[in-house]
Protein backbone atom coordinates (compact mmCIF):
# COMPACT_ATOMS: atom_id res chain seq x y z
CA UNK A 1 0.00 0.00 0.00
CA UNK A 2 2.97 2.43 1.15
CA UNK A 3 4.30 2.18 -2.54
CA UNK A 4 1.33 2.61 -3.92
CA UNK A 5 0.90 5.75 -2.37
CA UNK A 6 4.40 6.83 -3.02
CA UNK A 7 3.92 6.17 -6.69
CA UNK A 8 0.83 8.32 -6.80
CA UNK A 9 2.10 10.79 -4.97
CA UNK A 10 5.09 10.86 -7.70
CA UNK A 11 2.58 10.88 -10.42
CA UNK A 12 0.66 13.75 -9.09
CA UNK A 13 3.39 16.23 -8.14
CA UNK A 14 5.22 16.14 -11.17
CA UNK A 15 1.98 17.03 -13.46
CA UNK A 16 1.78 19.77 -10.63
CA UNK A 17 -1.97 18.27 -10.00
CA UNK A 18 -2.10 18.22 -6.33
CA UNK A 19 -4.11 21.23 -6.73
CA UNK A 20 -6.90 19.80 -8.80
CA UNK A 21 -6.96 17.06 -5.64
CA UNK A 22 -8.99 18.47 -3.37
CA UNK A 23 -11.43 15.93 -1.50
CA UNK A 24 -14.58 17.18 -3.63
CA UNK A 25 -12.86 16.72 -6.67
CA UNK A 26 -11.62 13.34 -5.66
CA UNK A 27 -14.25 11.96 -4.78
CA UNK A 28 -16.47 12.98 -7.87
CA UNK A 29 -13.38 11.62 -9.74
CA UNK A 30 -13.88 8.24 -7.88
CA UNK A 31 -17.69 7.87 -8.42
CA UNK A 32 -17.67 9.32 -12.38
CA UNK A 33 -14.88 5.82 -12.38
CA UNK A 34 -17.15 3.69 -10.37
CA UNK A 35 -20.06 4.72 -13.29
CA UNK A 36 -17.52 3.44 -15.78
CA UNK A 37 -16.97 -0.07 -13.85
CA UNK A 38 -20.92 -0.31 -13.56
CA UNK A 39 -21.07 0.40 -17.26
CA UNK A 40 -19.30 -2.51 -18.10
CA UNK A 41 -21.32 -4.80 -16.81
CA UNK A 42 -24.89 -3.06 -18.15
CA UNK A 43 -27.28 -5.14 -20.00
CA UNK A 44 -24.97 -8.34 -19.37
CA UNK A 45 -26.57 -11.67 -17.63
CA UNK A 46 -25.22 -12.83 -14.58
CA UNK A 47 -23.45 -15.67 -16.56
CA UNK A 48 -22.23 -13.35 -18.89
CA UNK A 49 -20.84 -10.74 -16.20
CA UNK A 50 -18.81 -13.83 -14.64
CA UNK A 51 -17.12 -14.71 -17.79
CA UNK A 52 -15.85 -11.25 -19.17
CA UNK A 53 -13.58 -12.09 -22.46
CA UNK A 54 -10.21 -10.80 -22.94
CA UNK A 55 -10.92 -7.03 -24.23
CA UNK A 56 -13.40 -6.53 -21.45
CA UNK A 57 -11.30 -8.22 -18.66
CA UNK A 58 -8.93 -5.88 -19.53
CA UNK A 59 -11.30 -2.95 -19.37
CA UNK A 60 -12.41 -3.75 -16.08
CA UNK A 61 -8.61 -4.36 -14.98
CA UNK A 62 -8.14 -0.51 -15.85
CA UNK A 63 -11.18 0.72 -14.20
CA UNK A 64 -10.45 -0.80 -11.15
CA UNK A 65 -6.93 0.76 -11.43
CA UNK A 66 -8.25 3.83 -11.64
CA UNK A 67 -11.02 3.26 -8.75
CA UNK A 68 -7.91 2.41 -6.50
CA UNK A 69 -6.21 5.23 -7.56
CA UNK A 70 -8.53 7.95 -6.63
CA UNK A 71 -9.45 6.08 -3.47
CA UNK A 72 -5.98 6.19 -2.21
CA UNK A 73 -5.46 9.30 -3.22
CA UNK A 74 -8.62 10.27 -1.40
CA UNK A 75 -7.31 8.39 1.69
CA UNK A 76 -3.82 9.91 1.60
CA UNK A 77 -5.74 13.90 1.61
CA UNK A 78 -6.86 12.67 5.27
CA UNK A 79 -3.84 10.37 6.57
CA UNK A 80 -5.85 7.44 6.08
CA UNK A 81 -4.82 3.97 5.26
CA UNK A 82 -7.54 2.46 2.68
CA UNK A 83 -6.55 -1.01 3.91
CA UNK A 84 -6.87 -0.39 7.57
CA UNK A 85 -10.20 1.05 6.58
CA UNK A 86 -11.38 -2.03 5.01
CA UNK A 87 -10.51 -4.31 8.14
CA UNK A 88 -11.97 -1.83 10.44
CA UNK A 89 -15.40 -2.12 8.60
CA UNK A 90 -15.47 -5.84 7.87
CA UNK A 91 -15.25 -5.83 11.78
CA UNK A 92 -17.69 -3.52 12.41
CA UNK A 93 -20.21 -5.24 10.02
CA UNK A 94 -19.43 -8.79 11.31
CA UNK A 95 -20.84 -6.94 14.26
CA UNK A 96 -23.63 -5.37 12.59
CA UNK A 97 -24.68 -8.92 10.33
CA UNK A 98 -23.30 -11.62 12.42
CA UNK A 99 -22.97 -15.15 10.20
CA UNK A 100 -25.92 -17.35 10.65
CA UNK A 101 -25.48 -19.55 13.48
CA UNK A 102 -25.54 -23.27 11.97
CA UNK A 103 -27.61 -26.16 13.20
Known amino acids: MEKLQQEIEHFVKIR ?4 YHTP ?8 VETAEL ?10 ESLALPGE ?3 HLE ?7 IY ?3 LAAVFNLDP ?7 IQKNAIKYPA ?4
Not at 38 to 47: A, D, H, K, S
Open 16 to 19: DWKQ
Open 38 to 47: VEIFQWLTPE
Open 62 to 68: EEIGDIM
Open 56 to 58: KLV
Open 83 to 89: LTAAHKK
Open 24 to 31: KNLAMALS
Open 100 to 103: PVKP
Open 71 to 73: LTT
